[in-house]
């Protein structure tokens, strides 16, 4: 029998079976882009791979980023002494992006991350008026060139206001009109909130697109959002279609307080997406000793009922000075931060870069399963919590089958 590609020896990340791996070692056989066999002693003839018993996953999914404002530390420098001010400092320096600049620096960011094992992401695109759709512009491009690593979808937003700003709205209709698949927003820097929240959905359910709303950050449970975007998902029947980032309040609640929220996210079906990175660097700067965290519990929240994701967010920019594309660094990060270390919480933070995310972008064919596309990932362990424990890192790769990159593994040489 002829494949494509058959990769020998692998522990599988099994579709629709958690995160947790087959103990036993299997064959992947690949043919026109897709898993034709999963078998132990596979006969056949093809290009061969021998993952030599390490972990094979799918590939991993970046729910949440803004490759449109990444690396721009050369001209937006972070706030020194824990200072507050990241979003006037973003703003001011938009107005100097063009659609080459914001390409080239988002592709940067777009290829560490595929070298760090992720195939499917979602980023936010910043339409405010001092940009206008130069960003939208680019990252229209990059999808097209990269359709052969990446499947990449577009969330149009305005980061800075968008109520009572006529040309904010005109250009969220824009991306819409040209095919973004979700619309976003930023309430906490509209100067009203609630009716930002209205319109984002009222223009979710004219255009058929799903939702992704940065939401609820701060040090404290108070003054929250979250309700009224239930009640609209409830409202419109966008179960399983909206997101929100951050949450960040949530890390504030009481358990019984927090258990209540989730039930209610669970029942509505609103994903939260942690964004640990950014969170650990913004929140809690009013304290000069024993800073909170701020890093909603996401595993807590799972526990409820409720779909979970981790993401970057920010790489190289004042709200995040630091990045390197990696989701599983995230992972490791987020784990730490949460006190999660037993092997069910470390598997569950791997289903919150893999299978969970796959839900939120209803990746209906995502997982290794026959019949599904041949995006598998051959990582540097044995096992999912190998791989958030240990930071381990993905060896090779492979988009629909065809090898998108290989990372050799370090050599120590001994005298």
């Known amino acids: 029998m002829a494949f494509d590609l058959i990769v020998r020896n692998a522990r599988v990340t099994v579709a629709g079976g958690g995160a947790k791996a087959d103990a036993s070692l299997n064959d992947i056989g690949v043919r026109d882009g897709r898993i034709a066999v999963i078998e132990a002693g596979l006969t056949g003839d ?37 200072g507050i001010d990241h979003m006037k400092r973003v703003a001011a320096v938009k107005p100097g992006f063009t659609v080459e600049d914001v390409y080239e620096r988002a592709r940067a960011s777009l290829e560490t991350s595929l070298i760090n094992g992720v195939m499917h992401m979602r980023t936010h695109v910043e339409v405010d008026p001092n940009v206008g759709m130069k960003s939208f512009e680019a990252l229209e491009q990059l999808t097209r060139d990269y359709s052969w690593a990446i499947e990449l979808d577009l969330c149009v937003f305005v980061q800075e206001g968008l109520t009572g700003i006529a040309e904010a709205d005109v250009n969220l209709v824009a991306g819409l009109d040209r095919g973004a698949k979700v619309i976003g927003g930023a309430p906490s820097y509209d100067s009203d909130r609630a009716a930002q929240i209205s319109r984002i959905f009222e223009l979710a359910k004219a255009y058929d697109v799903d939702v992704d709303i940065h939401l609820d950050v701060g040090p404290n449970a108070e003054d929250l959002n979250i309700y009224q975007v239930c009640e609209l998902t409830d409202k419109i029947g966008w179960g399983g279609r909206v997101a929100i980032g951050h949450g960040s309040k949530y890390s504030a609640m009481a358990p019984a307080e927090l258990a209540e929220l989730g039930k209610l996210l669970a029942d509505t079906g609103v994903t939260v997406t942690v964004l640990p990175a950014t969170d650990l660097f913004t929140v809690g700067r009013h304290q000069d000793h024993s800073v909170m965290r701020g890093v909603a519990d996401a595993n807590a929240l799972i526990g409820h009922g409720v779909n979970c994701c981790l993401s970057t967010n920010n790489i190289l920019n004042p709200f995040t ?12 990060m987020y784990a730490n931060v949460a006190q999660r270390g037993t092997s069910d919480e470390l598997a569950e933070c791997f289903e919150m870069v893999t299978n969970r995310p796959g839900r939120l972008l209803r990746r209906d064919n995502y997982g290794i399963a026959v019949g599904n596309p041949a995006d598998l990932v051959v990582w540097d362990a044995t096992s999912p919590t190998d791989v958030v424990a240990t930071n381990a890192q993905p060896l090779f790769g492979f988009k629909a089958g065809r090898r998108t990159f290989t990372r050799a593994r370090a050599e120590l040489h001994r005298p």
Do not use: M, T, W, Y
């Open 321 to 332: 000075p630091f990045g390197d594309g990696s989701l599983v660094r995230i992972a490791n």
């Open 46 to 82: 093809g290009e061969e791979l021998d993952a030599g018993g390490s972990l094979v996953s799918p590939g991993l999914i970046e729910s949440h980023i803004h490759l449109d404002k990444s690396r721009i530390l050369d001209r937006s420098s972070p706030a020194p002494d824990r």
